[in-house]
């Protein structure tokens, strides 16, 4: 579960360096709002990714960049490690975490109460920006390269995100999307470490690690395995068969020449928005203070990881399908940005 989880990796920054602090969570969201602004000793919690991955690499720096920012707030943010992001819509739910970054996919599926979660919907769940694009990582050894395409994964087995993240689920949908390999293929639920330590002794031929380019998982392993790795593209068609399978708000994206080491030529893949979320409980104040030391720090957030470039306030809000947090559209309003009446909470 979340907690145990959590309660176990519950990670936090501080500037004297990395410190592990096993001993419970964070107040919920609804005790913070009423604290009083006098002590304004608001503890947050939020629920990145497995190590390995993008949100995890991002979360753990984010928190301890706003820990520091807005220590006259009296705002402190900590990070924890989390499956992904089904395991944080659930934390949300339960309140076990305040922020979390999850996929587009499964925030707005969470929101509407559609598709995996059809008659769970979490009406509390809020924006607070879209983040970058989570780019697909599918990582093969060369001499497996036939087609150059998702064709390739015909009878191996792939390692893909566990059985709570955003990962496992597209992952499924890229392999149905493509007739002949359905049938063919074993999909291994396992974190991050796991799977490129079962790549590297080869049983799992492909690995699927979907993250904001450059996935640092990714990155070690081209390091360490020069020349011998291929990433494999996704044709059009197969990424019209993707919207098919219900995954709609897919897009192309290209991996360019150079993001890992020996990778020398462009790879179309596709990705979807990861997007910050939190619950419609969390103070208003707390969140506009966030998203403004976010937006006013970003030269600081591309040295936690390059990603971070293409964090823009232009596109905040663009293409969201969940409300913005009331706190959010403060900060988007001063910034003169006009927020869609579709985005404003009812």
Not at 22 to 34: D, F, I, Q, W
Not at 261 to 272: I, L, N
Not at 303 to 326: M, R, T, Y
Request: glycine share 8%; hydrophobic share 45%; net charge positive.
């Amino acid at each position: 579960s979340m907690k145990t989880i959590l309660a176990v990796f519950l990670v936090t920054f501080i500037s004297c360096g990395l410190v592990l602090a096993p001993t419970g969570l964070s107040k919920g969201p609804a005790e913070t709002a009423n604290m009083s602004r006098d002590t304004a000793r608001v503890s947050l919690l939020m629920g990145t990714g497995m190590q390995g991955g993008t949100f995890y690499q991002v979360g753990l720096g984010l928190a301890s960049f706003w820990t520091t920012r807005l220590r006259q707030s009296g705002i402190r943010v900590s990070a924890a490690i989390s499956e992904g992001s089904r395991e944080n819509i659930e934390a949300v739910r339960i309140a076990d975490a305040d922020i979390v970054l999850v996929d587009d996919l499964i925030g707005t599926m969470a929101y509407a109460g559609s598709g995996i979660y059809r008659g769970k919907a979490l009406r509390d769940l809020r924006a607070i920006t879209n983040l970058w694009p989570e780019t697909v990582n599918l990582v093969v050894r060369s001499e497996r390269v036939r087609a150059g395409n998702l064709q390739d994964l015909e009878g191996m087995v792939v390692a893909s995100g566990l059985p709570d993240s955003g990962t496992r689920l597209t992952m499924e949908i890229l392999v149905n999307a493509v007739k002949n390999v359905r049938q063919t293929v074993r999909i291994k639920s396992m974190s991050t470490l796991a799977a490129v330590e079962a790549f590297k002794q080869g049983s799992v031929q492909a690995l699927d690690l979907t993250g904001g380019t450059p996935v640092p998982a990714v990155s070690i392993l081209f390091q360490e395995m020069k020349g011998s790795l291929a990433l494999l593209e996704i044709t059009d068609p197969q990424l019209e068969s993707l919207r098919t399978e219900g995954w709609r708000n897919v897009f192309r994206n290209i991996i360019p020449a150079g993001t890992y080491s020996g990778q020398d030529r462009m790879v179309k893949s596709v990705a979807q928005m990861s997007i910050m979320a939190t619950t419609s409980q969390l103070d208003t104040e707390v969140v506009f203070s966030l998203t403004k030391t976010l937006y006013e720090g970003l030269d600081i957030l591309i040295k936690i990881h390059p990603v971070c470039k293409e964090l823009s306030i232009d596109k905040a809000f663009q293409g969201l399908k969940i409300p913005l947090h009331p706190g959010a559209v403060l900060y988007y309003r001063q910034r003169g940005l006009k927020v869609p009446e579709s985005l404003i909470p009812q």
